[in-house]
T-cell receptor
């Protein structure tokens, strides 16, 4: 079975600073996708960024970027110029074509200090 | 506006009662999913469906049932066999088809189920 591990239950960052959230995964698939989702206090899950494993270039979306290390099975999320609205739970997920669904990690709660 | 709706927002269940959570999407997606989220934890897959009239059990299907009679709808029934149903339930959908399991999932706003 696939596993996704987020080893940081909580993180804190000062407004305007940069923070990196860690994620490791275990998959036997060769063609897979990785995702970061954000869950703010409203509890609505929002896609932050997506990475296709066969692409060596790291994905970026405005202030959000990933550091994808395929050999190490690591997929960290970097948030630059942190804003108060970035405070949320962040979930890492990997695709699972075997059961045709996503496997989620346990989440990292990010606090942003003004 | 295209999206996923879930109702009700809050649901209360009495002992021995079955309750049904609604999930509707107008994104023309083939695939739909149900997840359970317990406090401070990640999402666990209950059931998923890649096409109408077909669905598969996820990791924690015991005590739950689903149907997929229409492409737009994927209701989840929490049966009396589910002994600890208090949780936040999220419905999601994705395009499905050839990318099944690899495409982005889009989520509804969730239903909070509480036991009286």
């Amino acid at each position: 079975a696939q596993t996704v591990t987020q080893s940081q239950p909580e993180m804190s960052v000062q407004e305007a600073e940069t923070v990196t959230l860690s994620c490791t995964y275990d998959t036997s698939e060769s063609d897979y996708y990785l995702f970061w989702y954000k869950q703010p206090p409203s509890r609505q899950m929002i896609l932050v960024i997506r990475q296709e494993a066969y692409k060596q270039q790291n994905a970026t979306e405005n202030r959000f970027s990933v550091n994808f290390q395929k050999a190490a099975k690591s997929f960290s999320l970097k948030i630059s110029d942190s804003q108060l609205g970035d405070a949320a739970m962040y979930f890492c997920a990997s695709s699972d074509t075997g059961r045709r669904a996503l496997t989620f990690g346990s989440g990292t709660r990010l606090q942003v200090q003004p | 506006d295209g999206g996923i709706t879930q109702s009700p927002k809050y649901l209360f269940r009495k002992e021995g009662q079955n309750v049904t959570l609604s999930c509707e999407q107008n994104l023309n997606h083939d695939a739909m999913y149900w997840y359970r989220q317990d406090p401070g934890q990640g999402l666990r897959l209950i059931y998923y469906s890649q096409i109408v009239n077909d669905f598969q059990k996820g990791d924690i299907a015991e005590g739950y049932s689903v149907s997929r009679e229409k492409k737009e709808s994927f209701p989840l029934t929490v049966t009396s066999a589910q002994k600890n149903p208090t949780a936040f339930y999220l419905c999601a959908s994705s395009i499905g088809g050839g990318l099944a399991g690899r495409e982005t999932q889009y989520f509804g706003p969730g239903t909070r189920l509480l036991v009286l």
